[in-house]
């Protein structure tokens, strides 16, 4: 399928505790936690490692792959539906996990409207606990792989922004712009949350987002 979608939302807005929420045991905050999934390309999951920590300042940690679950297959299609594996994520989150982020090369997809399964870019539960960002439609219209691994930051940050309370946002350039079935949209936002969203994400979670007005991505593809 040639529709392509990015941070398709899945549920009503939730509350959200802090970014940082550190219990009296423990002296560490809480962490996003990337798992790797099945087949997974880790040229690109380590600058979206960066990427996390670069727009939102938060503890990143990487745990050991699983396989998919087969629970998730959708056999028609040959391709996993997101919101099984979202709930997949949701059972297996350490509790020292704020945000778990699926993260795999296999193609997913999830319904939309009367499309009965859309294959998408990643899913987002809107201040659930996971998301899911699958690789497999990043490198279309490109054999450029830097041009590949910036998407690759643009949408697990978008989808982390779901899960951190927010919805889809109008604001041209705006990281959490819906993609609406482009990978153009991915490859025009800026990757920055545009000053609406990010005043949201402050006051929603009691923190102060590192001052950006651009991506670095020399740099941040550098810290790789």
Same mark, same amino acid.
């Given at each position: ?27 560490? +905050? ?39 679950? =087969? ?7 040959? %391709? ?8 997949? *994520? ?32 990643? *899913? ?12 497999? %439609? ?8 830097? %041009? ?18 927010? *919805? ?30 990010? =005043? ?9 987002? +590192? ?9 941040? *593809? =550098?810290?790789?």
């Amino acid at each position: 399928m040639n529709l392509l979608v990015a941070g398709l939302v899945l549920a009503a807005l939730l509350p959200v505790g802090p970014l940082s929420d550190a219990s009296p045991k423990s002296a560490s +905050p809480s962490s996003v936690c990337f798992l790797p999934m099945g087949k997974y390309n880790r040229e690109l999951l380590l600058p979206a490692v960066s990427g996390v920590k670069a727009v939102y300042a938060m503890p990143v940690r990487v745990l050991e792959k699983q396989s998919l679950p =087969k629970a998730a297959w959708y056999e028609p299609r040959g %391709r996993y539906r997101a919101e099984k594996l979202l709930a997949f *994520l949701d059972g297996e989150a350490p509790k020292d996990c704020k945000a778990m982020i699926g993260f795999t090369s296999a193609d997913i997809s999830t319904t939309r409207g009367k499309i009965g399964d859309w294959g998408i870019f990643g *899913l987002g539960q809107v201040g659930g606990r996971s998301c899911i960002v699958s690789t497999y %439609r990043l490198g279309r219209k490109t054999s450029d792989r830097r %041009r590949v691994k910036i998407r690759t930051v643009k949408v697990v940050n978008h989808e982390l922004g779901h899960v951190l309370g927010l *919805l889809h946002c109008p604001t041209p350039r705006c990281m959490m712009n819906d993609a609406e079935g482009s990978i153009n949209t991915v490859d025009r936002e800026t990757g920055l949350l545009c000053d609406s969203c990010r =005043k949201e994400i402050e006051e929603r979670h009691e923190v102060t987002l +590192p001052p950006m007005t651009e991506v670095d991505w020399d740099a941040l *593809l =550098k810290e790789e």
